[in-house]
């Protein structure tokens, strides 16, 4: 039996969890672990984790009715506080779990303590990280498509307009500007895609795993999941508080978005170069210099590929919080939410911030139309007409370099040399081959699906306005009717838990 003297002790330790310890948490210690500025962001989330939970304990008779309505009415006025930052956060609160359960005391009493019945701090915070990704990735997908329909716009708006090109950053063949735009639209429905192949792993509920091996009380997990709208329910206790592979999943997706960010981000940055003087980006979305009167400088998108290396450190940071972790639940997982929370919210901003720069940029289509003009991008084209003339690509590609050397060595274009020089090359030429000369022509006698060629990229364009309005899933093109069917049966599928 304890002394009067530990009882004493013991009771000094004023945290919702102290009941056992003789001493307050150093003052050090504290400011060391506790997490409140970050986690205070989950605080929906919690709040809707703790009213499902009170509706099961009572249809389970773990509460009486009474009970149950001031713990959902105290939670209730909680979340009100806390909507309009009146909540009284007071010095010493480690995390909004414990801030939430001690402000519930002082407003109901002592029926507050029920409120933790069968639930641990554990399988509480992975139902609110759990909850607050599925908030999140429904805002990321929806940045992503308001962007898609951005370089949808312009690229509809552009339809027609030449441009270089380009394969290690060297005029290659002349494309549609369109073309290129949709390039892009086509890698933010990836993104999509792996969000919600991520979300269909995610939406599982860990609610009533308790610390990590379940609890005694005849607690309905199924009731909480689909109160909270999850599919289903983490099958093992352990592997639901351990557990953070959700996290990690929406950062590397997280970590691709950035990138394809990045490399629009750069192409912006090199086009309203003087050296391109492709595009112009509004005022609003540059700035100057302090020093140079005639800058303009590119900040937004140069921020943006700055970012990317930020996101990309966040995936570090949880990889190697989580890589060398025994089961079950370690202290180290407090570390979790700042590269969750930073990643959703730096990956947001990046897409709103990109959109709307998008939408003030001018593309000037006349630029891009000269630098095609004077280049040598319609070299293959060349021996693509010598193939269609029964020559070898070999030969015909050694044939091609020929011309374009002898061009460049005479200071020519090649639409200027004349029909005799280029019989020299080869007998099969005929003055068909001014044609193909031509760079503006170039891209209409591309026949392949999915190319440059303006029938090719119309289709795209009528593919994407119907995708980006909903008239069709956009991550079922390419597929076939098996596997479309296939597809569909799956997307309806639960796959995580029985």
């Known amino acids: 039996m304890p002394s009067k003297k530990s009882a004493s002790a013991a009771r000094a330790n004023t945290k919702l969890w102290g009941g056992g310890f003789k001493e307050e948490l150093n003052a050090m210690a504290f400011e060391f672990s506790k997490s409140i500025d970050l986690d205070s962001k989950l605080y929906k989330e919690d709040i809707a984790g703790s009213l499902a939970h009170v509706e099961m304990l009572a249809t389970q008779g773990l509460l009486t009715k009474s009970d149950a309505e001031k713990l959902s009415?105290?939670?209730?006025?909680?979340?009100?506080?806390?909507?309009?930052?009146?909540f009284p956060f007071a010095i010493g609160q480690e995390d909004i779990h414990m801030a939430i359960e001690k402000r519930l005391h002082d407003l109901i009493g002592a029926v507050a303590g029920k409120l933790h019945t069968a639930r641990s701090r554990n399988d509480q915070v992975a139902t609110d990280e759990r909850l607050y990704l599925r908030r999140r990735i429904s805002e990321i997908t929806d940045l992503l498509t308001e962007l898609q329909r951005t370089l949808l716009s312009k690229a509809e708006q552009h339809f027609g307009a030449v441009m270089p090109g380009y394969t290690h950053l060297q005029r290659a063949q002349p494309i549609l500007l369109s073309h290129h735009l949709l390039a892009y639209v086509e890698m933010f429905e990836r993104d999509k895609s792996r969000y919600m192949d991520g979300l269909r792993r995610l939406n599982v509920s860990p609610l009533g795993a308790a610390a990590l091996a379940g609890t005694p009380h005849p607690i309905d997990r199924r009731q909480t999941a689909k109160a909270l709208g999850f599919s289903g329910i983490v099958r093992n206790s352990i592997d639901a508080?351990?557990?953070?592979?959700?996290?990690?999943?929406?950062?590397?997706?997280?970590?691709?978005?950035?990138?394809?960010?990045s490399r629009l981000a750069e192409e912006f940055v090199l086009w309203s170069s003087q050296e391109f003087r492709f595009i112009t980006i509004g005022d609003a979305f540059t700035t100057g210099s302090s020093i140079m009167p005639q800058k303009k400088n590119p900040d937004m998108a140069e921020l943006v590929r700055g970012k990317t290396g930020r996101v990309y450190g966040d995936l570090i940071n949880i990889l190697t919080v989580m890589k060398a972790l025994p089961l079950a639940y370690n202290r180290d997982m407090q570390e979790d939410k700042f590269p969750m929370l930073d990643?959703?919210?730096?990956?947001?901003?990046?897409?709103?911030?990109?959109?709307?720069?998008?939408?003030?940029?001018?593309?000037?289509?006349?630029?891009?139309?000269?630098?095609?003009?004077?280049?040598?991008?319609?070299?293959?084209?060349?021996?693509?007409?010598?193939?269609?003339?029964?020559?070898?690509?070999?030969?015909?590609?050694?044939?091609?370099?020929?011309?374009?050397?002898?061009?460049?060595?005479?200071?020519?274009?090649?639409?200027?040399?004349?029909?005799?020089?280029?019989?020299?090359?080869?007998?099969?030429?005929?003055?068909?081959?001014?044609?193909?000369?031509?760079?503006?022509?170039?891209?209409?006698?591309?026949?392949?699906?999915?190319?440059?060629?303006?029938?090719?990229?119309?289709?795209?364009?009528?593919?994407?306005?119907?995708?980006?309005?909903?008239?069709?899933?956009?991550?079922?093109?390419?597929?076939?009717?098996?596997?479309?069917k296939r597809a569909k049966k799956k997307a309806h599928q639960q796959d995580s838990q029985p």
């Open 73 to 86: 009415q105290g939670l209730r006025k909680i979340e009100k506080e806390l909507d309009t930052g009146t």
């Open 241 to 261: 508080v351990s557990d953070r592979d959700y996290i990690i999943e929406f950062i590397a997706t997280c970590a691709i978005v950035m990138m394809h960010l």
């Open 343 to 484: 990643a959703a919210d730096t990956t947001a901003a990046c897409l709103k911030i990109f959109s709307a720069m998008i939408a003030s940029t001018t593309f000037n289509v006349d630029a891009m139309r000269t630098a095609v003009l004077q280049d040598y991008a319609t070299a293959t084209d060349i021996a693509d007409y010598l193939v269609q003339k029964g020559l070898a690509f070999r030969e015909a590609h050694e044939i091609a370099a020929k011309i374009v050397s002898y061009a460049i060595d005479h200071e020519l274009l090649l639409p200027n040399l004349p029909l005799e020089t280029l019989q020299q090359f080869s007998p099969a030429i005929d003055e068909q081959i001014f044609e193909v000369l031509s760079p503006e022509r170039s891209p209409a006698r591309k026949r392949s699906e999915g190319s440059t060629a303006p029938k090719a990229v119309k289709a795209q364009l009528n593919f994407w306005k119907k995708a980006l309005s909903g008239a069709i899933r956009a991550a079922e093109n390419g597929l076939g009717t098996a596997e479309r």
